[in-house]
């Protein structure tokens, strides 16, 4: 039996049950996801207790509580102390060790529509907004040694918070949002990551991507709506496009990876998610 679960709040409308029971189907492993929504009431430390005597092979850790769970971890993984989220919880014989898979899954998921895309480390690369999202994406982007990463956003230090991370190999320069307009014709892969046209807010955008290059391609980490008003802009500008449900299906499969060192194909996960987001 494979115990895995996911702690957050609100849950009830989570899609990850859905995916990891066709991850536990696809690698032949009977098993089960639970939720466990903890209300801001809660007592995180009982719950978090009651999860641990449950003897789960591991849970996700989803908002608002990526960084609260870490003091009640045995270990961190380096790449979660940096970015200074959890994700990914594995029980390893009793200790439990965090993870965060957000941005190296979102980065699988750029690389499994456009294959090539890890090799051409000189594309340029524009990251809009600063919150969690983007701190584990800049982190992945920097890690695998992009060139020039920018960030933008409404609020200048977060974005000078993130470029803290910055490793060796990389150049970053934060931006205004409105900078970012008069610049957009210097990016060959611009990263939308605020919550800016998640429902119910979705017809909004922050910035034009007018004067985008045909060859760019724009990424949306929204899913709910799957097609934002940004991926819209970007299809009639002719560039290419990429969906958020992607990052959720690949980020899943990492930690699924880390519980059960399977790394299951996504086939046609892709699609299915889409339908059912479509659906809702
Ligand atoms: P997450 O952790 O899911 O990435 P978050 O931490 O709430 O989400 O971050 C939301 C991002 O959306 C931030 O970059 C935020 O900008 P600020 O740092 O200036 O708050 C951005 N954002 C949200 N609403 C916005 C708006 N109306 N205009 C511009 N940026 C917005």
Redesign the pocket.
Known sequence: MCQLGLIGFPIKHSLSPWIHEQFLQKANLNGSYTLFEIEPDDAFSDVIDDIKGRNLDGFNVT?PYKQTIIPYLDEIDPEAEKIGAVNTVLNDNGRWIGYNTDGKGYLRSLESKFPNLLAEKTRKILIL??????RGIYYALTAADFEQVDIA???IN?ANEIAKLKGESTNTTVLSLAEVENKISEYDIFIQ????GMNPNHEDA?VSLEGIKESSIVSDIVYQPIDTAILREARSLNASVHFGHTMLLYQAQYAFEIWTGQRVPIGSMDEELQLILEGR
Do not use: E, F, K, M
Request: charged share 5%; glycine share 18%; hydrophobic share 40%.
């Open positions: 908002v907004g600063a919150g969690g999202a983007a956003n409404r609020t977060s990551t605020s919550s800016v922050i």
